[in-house]
């Protein structure tokens, strides 16, 4: 096979800017594609180029003169041969893909996850979740693969709070720690929900969703109504406690603040809002000119700018206490749980005093309970207005105040209103001052 070069001194070959010559001329052009690519430095290497089949292959061969013209030669046939056949002359080497990480996640590292996700979301209530979740949930799980978690160990776990109160007689609840078992399964349901949507540890179900709550095993009800009259009574019994302590401060000369019970109790039975919200109203969510009461996102407990309408009462009382720089009720502010239980047993005695008849035990979510259940139970609103009251519009829905949209809503209102303040008037008030 005859090599024949347009420039035969191929050592001696210079450019001043690199320069790719092209293939030599040849009777049998096995060569066609071979090139030398010729740098001003003068460093030169082999260089295979040529379109076939309607694509391009390109791949530097080697180095000159450390790989001579002939093996450039030979290479070329080769590659061309190859382009005959209809294949790749350089095919890319198969890189061996790697082995897929681990996807597995235990219980610890979805628990994880989950708090960071309720910190993006602005929970309230992460801390005690979190505490609660390390204490029922990773404690006993934590080692646990997410998909090996059965029905069964949520049902153990559950159990936990119940356990702990049987070894603890002493301190045992009112409740047997049912109150908290039901904590920990909604928790689990919220918990292993989150994993199962995220796709963690490819799991095939939530573990907890065939779990119902846990009945109370001492027989107490769940939840305490409240019923017309009791909570006509509670209106009156936190004035009267009020006008006590009023009366205890000035005999005794102390300063400070006159206790707000009166109106938060008012503010509680004739709204159904919960007792946190109610604590820290500001002033200036109060709306005087609409008569709306407007709860920012981060006092409400669902995390939405609420909008609520208010009747007659309320709004008086917000109109007389609402300032634009302070709380509502400055004295309730921070309030906690024991002192709470505190003031609902020395209100509940001034109801029975006032009412002549014993008062079961109840708490401040009872208001709640009891607002949805009178007014539907009076025929005031139905199950659906009653919702819409209990769970308002938000600001998103509501652009821009509507009278109109409030209409139902402030009819129920002034209509519950009214039913109360009757109650209270059937009420032989005198009785407590001939008790007294």
Not at 293 to 308: C, F, H, M, S
């Amino acid at each position: 096979m005859s090599i024949i070069w347009k420039h035969k001194n191929l050592v001696g070959l210079t450019v001043e800017k690199e320069k790719t010559f092209k293939y030599p001329v040849s009777p049998t052009q096995v060569e066609k594609g071979l090139k030398l690519r010729v740098f001003p430095s003068g460093q030169k290497s082999w260089l295979f180029e040529r379109m076939a089949n309607g694509k391009r292959y390109k791949k530097t061969l080697g180095q000159f003169p450390i790989f001579t013209i002939v093996e450039a030669v030979q290479a070329t046939a080769d590659a061309n041969r190859t382009i005959q056949f209809g294949e790749d002359p350089f095919p890319k080497a198969v890189e061996p893909e790697p082995e897929p990480e681990s996807t597995r996640m235990t219980v610890a590292e979805g628990w994880a996850r989950y708090v960071e996700d309720m910190v993006r979301r602005g929970n309230k209530s992460v801390h005690e979740r979190d505490q609660l979740g390390q204490k029922d949930i990773v404690e006993p799980l934590g080692f646990k693969f997410l998909s090996d978690v059965t029905t069964d160990d949520v049902r153990k776990i559950i159990q936990r709070p119940i356990e702990r109160c049987k070894t603890k007689k002493a301190t045992l609840s009112p409740t047997g720690g049912v109150v908290t078992s039901n904590h920990v399964l909604r928790t689990c349901k919220t918990f292993f929900k989150f994993c199962f949507d995220s796709g963690y540890d490819d799991m095939q179900r939530n573990p907890a969703t065939a779990i119902r709550v846990v009945t109370n095993i001492v027989g107490k009800k769940r939840k305490r109504v409240l019923s017309v009259r009791e909570m006509a009574l509670l209106i009156m019994a936190g004035r009267e406690f009020d006008r006590r302590r009023a009366v205890a401060k000035k005999l005794d000369g102390r300063k400070g603040g006159l206790t707000t019970w009166g109106d938060i109790f008012s503010v509680l039975v004739l709204t159904g809002n919960r007792k946190s919200e109610v604590y820290g109203a500001f002033g200036h969510e109060w709306d005087s000119a609409n008569k709306v009461w407007r709860i920012g996102a981060e006092r409400y407990k669902t995390n939405v700018d609420a909008v609520l309408p208010v009747g007659p009462s309320v709004a008086t009382i917000f109109d007389r206490r609402a300032t634009s720089d302070g709380y509502i009720f400055p004295s309730q502010t921070g309030v906690r749980t024991g002192q709470d239980r505190h003031i609902c047993d020395q209100i509940t005695e001034i109801m029975e005093e006032i009412g002549g008849e014993p008062i079961e035990r109840w708490s401040m979510h009872s208001t709640r309970y009891g607002f949805r259940s009178g007014i539907r139970k009076a025929k005031i609103a139905d199950s659906e207005l009653a919702e819409k009251i209990i769970h308002p519009k938000t600001a998103d829905d509501l652009v821009e105040y509507d009278p109109d949209w409030f209409d139902e809503m402030r009819e129920a209102l002034k209509a519950w209103d009214s039913l109360i303040r009757k109650e209270m008037g059937a009420i032989d008030f005198g009785r407590l001052r001939r008790v007294a």
